[in-house]
């Protein structure tokens, strides 16, 4: 995501190191330099003089203090401006009434039912009772799809193909909700391939119909400034109250999210970056912003820990490293939890420096999959206690998980590593503190 872009304005900052001080000739050349990085990544024009013009103004202002560069001061009022252009504060959806409704709208193929999935899942983990509603009266598949997506997330999805009518299926779904304690009823809507009246009609009887605490506008972030003007046509009609971007994890220049906020005034809510139910996450323009300048997203990454790490398996674990009991069943544990956590690469740009140095590192999700095969092939004993496995035993294990005897030689390999450096920590007294750090 955004790697064309960090990696120009990285290199419009460049042209400061070793400048000693700001001049006016220094700022100019690097201001340019970062315009147009954010045209070249789909920004509106507009927008991007709007924002170097800023840029400049303040970074002239400023006496550079002697522990900072003129490249740091001015990384550093790019990440405030794009954070403010992104919108400043991050905005929560609003729910209320009883239930709550939520009103999905955007073109075909936006991603608006894989968002609807989503966003009933991201509900649910809050403990919410959440109720979806397939109100795509054109495409059959398209009301499949979110019944699919329900029976997957645990959410029942009301649908009812054989009619035709939008606005009576959520009303229906909505007495159906009252019935049922479901607290919330997500209306997934048809879209069209680009914008027509008709569906704009549609969403905006259902919109008037329902009154929803919240309507969404779904865009797919790849579709660079048409995104932007799909989201004024839309805004122009529903008067919506926020933007979910969607397939920031594609190729994507990313200029849309960059724009939006500033030409449609409506925050962007939520991003979405895969396929999977969990690929979601909730938008806060100041983590973009840094994320954008590789200054990497601490923030999101420990919340995601946090969500995908139970805490007192957590507690197990640490102090099985304590007594230097760590084994392979646990090694499987840590693997399955970071996995949850989702795209590696995703997850590794948001170490500071680290989104950097990644950049066009084709990092592989299946990387852990023959590790996982070769703990999977073992049985409980050899991975409770892996010196029993001897040359025979290794052959099994290498066969039964489709991987060779050099691979589990390796596996084995780096975890005794693992366990004789705990051992050694955990003898010097160091293993508690470094754990507890971790912690
Ligand atoms: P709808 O027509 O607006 O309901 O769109 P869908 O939800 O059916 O999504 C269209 C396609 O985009 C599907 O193949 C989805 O799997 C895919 N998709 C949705 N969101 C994302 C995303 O964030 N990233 C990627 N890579 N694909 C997505």
Known sequence: MFDNLSLKLDKAFQTLKGQGRITEINVATTVKEIRKALIDADVNYKVAKEVTDDIREKAMGQNVLTSISPGQLLTKITNDELTHLMGGESVDITIEGNPAIILIAG??????????????????????????????????????????????????????????????????????????????????????????????NEIARLKEALAPSETLFVVDSMTGQDAVNTAKAFNDRLNFDGVVLTKLDGDTRGGAALSIRRVVEKPIKFISMGEKMEALDRF?????????????????????????????EAKRLNAKLRKNQFDFNDFLTQLEQVKKMGNIKDL???????????????????????????????TTKERENPDVINGSRKERIAKGSGTSIQQVNQLLKQF???????????????????LSALN
């Open 107 to 200: 073109l075909q193929g936006s991603g608006k039912t894989t968002f609807s999935g989503k966003l009933a899942s991201y509900l649910k983990k809050q403990g919410r009772q959440v109720l979806l509603t397939a109100c795509d009266i054109y495409r059959p598949a398209a009301i499949k799809q979110l019944q699919v997506l329900g029976e997957q997330i645990g959410v029942e999805v009301y649908a009812e193909p054989e009619n035709k009518d939008a606005v009576k299926i959520a009303k229906a779904a909505i007495a159906h909700a009252k019935k049922n304690n479901h607290r919330i009823v997500i209306v997934d809507t048809a879209g069209r391939l680009a914008v027509d009246e008709e569906m704009m």
């Open 416 to 434: 005794g590593d693992m366990r004789k450096m705990m051992k050694t920590m955990n003898k010097m007294g160091g293993g508690k503190r470094a």
């Open 284 to 312: 806060y323009p100041d983590r973009m912003a840094s994320r954008i300048l590789g200054m990497g997203d601490v923030v999101t990454l420990v919340e995601k820990a946090q969500q995908a790490f139970d805490e007192d």
């Open 348 to 378: 590794m740009s948001m170490i500071p420096g680290v989104g950097k140095a990644m950049k066009g590192v084709d990092v592989d999700d299946n990387a852990f999959k023959p590790v996982e095969a070769i703990i999977r092939s073992m």
